[in-house]
């Protein structure tokens, strides 16, 4: 709406009659008086009461008059308003927001898909309890009841939000990791007997490490672990264990199972 006020005090003082007044078209002459102020007002389109237009790049301008009459000076076909010119001028430009958050994402769904390798991961079977001094590759032997101290580690670029996970750690008498029979320290990513295996380190690096007190009844044997990557962003990756289940690990990038060994037992000189 546009509105145009008079001051009834002022325009009496100057002989006109504030109520009197109507638009260019005479029928718009409804009007509203609060506190010593006479209100006219008409709907902000083109042609209405009288109502011109013009525009250029950056402004709408809409224009009218508004006619006032003498005192006691309406009903008198002689009389003549006053003529007051009125404007209102519009911005042509303005200023919106989105009120939400757009997070892009790429589209895989029609683009050229690949794969590429597995991550490559190393195992070591350590001599001491901090995992600094690891035995040599080849064949290794321990006196019998001795603790087997694994690590393993993925070493790739661009891996920073990925985590390793000890899914399966088992023992059989080949390089083999498919053969049977097996003995199982860690399966389903949790220990098989707490009191014979502890898991140092899994979900929360590259980096995993075990140890265990590894009865067998094997001459010599492998141990074999298969790993996954688990994307720590969006998933936990860090297993919880209840007795021998796991709770509640997100799903995770396999990677090719890794072996050492062969290790062999040997009685002890103690």
């Avoid at 001599?127 to 080849?138: I, K, Q």
């Avoid at 014979?196 to 007190?213: D, K």
Wanted: proline share 5%; aromatic share 8%.
């Amino acid at each position: 709406m546009i509105q145009v006020g008079l001051d009834r005090a002022n325009l009496r003082a100057a002989g006109l009659n504030a109520s009197t007044a109507h638009l260019a078209d005479s029928r718009c002459s409804a009007h509203e008086d609060r506190n010593g102020t006479v209100w006219y007002q008409v709907e902000r389109r083109e042609g209405r009461c009288g109502n011109t237009l013009e525009t250029n790049t950056t402004h709408a301008v809409y224009s009218n008059s508004l006619f006032v009459y003498p005192v006691d000076g309406r009903n008198d076909s002689l009389s003549r308003p006053v003529s007051f010119p009125l404007s209102c001028v519009y911005p042509l430009g303005t200023e919106s927001s989105l009120n939400v958050a757009i997070k892009p994402y790429l589209l895989n769904s029609r683009g050229a898909v690949g794969v590429g390798a597995k991550a490559r991961a190393s195992m070591f079977l350590y001599r001491n309890s901090n995992y600094t001094e690891s035995y040599p590759a080849g064949e290794v032997l321990l006196p019998i009841g001795s603790t087997l101290r694994v690590g393993v580690s993925v070493e790739e670029s661009g891996m920073e939000r990925f985590v390793v996970v000890l899914r399966d750690c088992y023992a059989n008498q080949s390089p083999n990791p498919d053969n049977l029979p097996r003995t199982y320290m860690i399966q389903d990513r949790c220990p098989t007997n707490r009191t014979q295996v502890t898991v140092e380190e899994s979900g929360s690096s590259l980096r995993a490490r075990f140890s265990a007190a590894l009865q067998v009844d094997y001459r010599y044997f492998f141990l074999h672990c298969s790993l996954s990557l688990c994307d720590q962003r969006s998933s936990s990756c860090t297993p919880v264990c209840s007795g021998r289940k796991s709770r509640s690990v997100s799903e995770s990038v396999l990677l090719k199972p890794i072996a050492i060994g062969p290790i062999s037992w040997a009685q002890s000189l103690e």
